[in-house]
């Protein structure tokens, strides 16, 4: 038997191992016959083996070529597993779910990449059932956070307009090989019925909310000068002297959708 691949840094990779924390994420997923699962960043297989063995079916994708070898060997016996060996921010999900839409995606998320990889989901939310990911728990306390925190931010809008954002438990660093020096948490993501979302223009709300953001202690007024209009914010009900982590989810939506006036 070869001893286990060790973690690389590089990839910020922590393998977890604990078995408690694997069911509870099993049980959180809870996947059915008809399911089309997706496993991002399979690692060891701590979560893929478990998954494979209850649903009989499932795609992974893992960046680590010396990964790719142990996995194939591990389903040997337990199931259908598909790897794709990409990295998963070059994987286009809509792509992966014409054979069998929707997709539920799970994975240990990479800490170093964590935040791209919700954005790039977050581009195919259309054919996304739902989304079961581990992270930094403060990733997650962001993800979650309401108007007028400390950590309400971009994260928090872009993840709310589209998802709804529900946190599950914590998870101890011990659970992990190497140990990460934080907590990390598991998080559920149910990305809301298109015809709930009401962003008519996708892009344009990235960019307010992005402005927004970008500088924390400016007034909207001057946060937003390029982007949009006092007038646009007075017309969405918005105060221009506001700041970006006063504004709601639906404010913030409101404001995309008002047209700029000539």
Known sequence: MHPPIQAKKSLGQHFLHERTYIDRIVLAVDPHPED???????????ITRPLLARHGRLTVIEFDRDLIAPLTN???????????HRNVLEVNFSELA???????????LPYNISSPILFHALNHAAVIADMHFMLQKEVVDRMAASPGSKIYGRLS????????????????????????????????????????????????????V?????????????????????????DAGIRPEARAEQIAVADFIRLANTPAMP
């Open 98 to 108: 014409k054979a069998a839409s929707p997709i539920r995606l799970v994975g240990n």
């Open 210 to 234: 992005r402005a927004a953001f970008s500088q924390r202690r400016k007034t909207l007024r001057n946060a937003l000068s390029g982007v949009c209009s006092e007038r646009q914010l007075q």
């Open 36 to 46: 089309h699962l997706v496993e991002i960043g399979p690692g060891h297989g701590a």
């Open 157 to 208: 809008v872009m993840l709310q307009a589209y998802c709804q954002v529900i946190p599950l438990f914590i998870v101890p660093p011990g659970a992990f090989r190497p140990p990460p020096k934080v907590d990390s948490a598991v998080v559920r993501l149910i990305p809301h019925p298109r015809d709930q979302i009401r962003i008519e223009h996708p892009q344009y709300f990235a960019d307010v």
């Open 74 to 84: 591990m389903a040997h016996g337990l199931g259908d597993l598909s790897i794709i």
